[in-house]
T-cell receptor, first 115, second 109 residues
């Protein structure tokens, strides 16, 4: 069965500092990986996704993620965090079919940004 | 980018009543949509896969008679929570492709 682990429930960083959110996955086939961000009471916004090709993926809002097959990881990074980045971040894995994505989510990492 | 909308954004209903939540893909067609449920400060759990023109596929443990799903067109899926009870109170989110709707907050009193 597929699963996603986000080891860090909460992370606090200072504004301007770098950020790395960890994500490890278990998937029986080639994984399709996603990072989403959710603000309180809101839906999910797609930050970036990885299907194949270059293992370093660029996303919106200055985020990037690196797929490492040997470590079954897909960590999210940002060089300099802004106060507006404070939110809940979810890593997800699933198959990609023509009909869409049936995703399994990690438990999320709550990011707090100190000014 | 692609947009998915949900209506209503929040709803309060009395125990025993039914509530319908709509999910629309605004600028693309979706033969498949997904319904997720999210409890406070928890992750999203897939409830069911909504298939246009056919029956929905429910995840294990999800009562299909309680959570009725209809996908009557390529841009609309509906989730009806029947005979709602307080334990059904939750945040319901739909998705199409890799895009998610803004969610619907359901509170059952």
């Amino acid at each position: 069965a597929q699963s996603v682990t986000q080891p860090d429930i909460h992370i606090t960083v200072s504004e301007g500092a770098s950020l790395e959110l960890r994500c490890n996955y278990s998937y029986g086939a080639t994984p399709y990986l996603f990072w989403y961000v959710q603000s309180p009471g809101q839906g999910l916004q797609l930050l970036l996704k990885y299907f194949s090709g270059d293992t370093l993926v660029q996303g919106i809002k200055g985020f990037e993620a690196e797929f490492k097959r040997s470590q079954s990881s897909f960590n999210l990074r940002k060089p300099s965090v802004h106060w507006s980045d404070a939110a809940e971040y979810f890593c997800a894995v699933g198959p990609f079919t023509g009909g869409g994505n049936k995703l399994t989510f990690g438990t999320g990492t709550q990011l707090k940004v100190e000014l | 980018g692609a947009v998915v909308s949900q209506h209503p954004s929040w709803v309060i209903c009395k125990s025993g009543t039914s509530v319908k939540i709509e999910c629309r893909s605004l600028d693309f067609q979706a033969t498949t949509m997904f319904w997720y449920r999210q409890f406070p400060k928890q992750s999203l759990m897939l409830m069911a896969t909504s298939n246009e023109g056919s029956k929905a596929t429910y995840e294990q443990g999800v009562e299909k008679d309680k959570f009725l799903i209809n996908h009557a067109s390529l841009t609309l899926s509906t989730l009806t929570v029947t005979s709602a009870h307080p334990e059904d109170s939750s945040f319901y989110i739909c998705s199409a492709e890799q895009y998610f709707g803004p969610g619907t907050r359901l509170t059952v009193t």
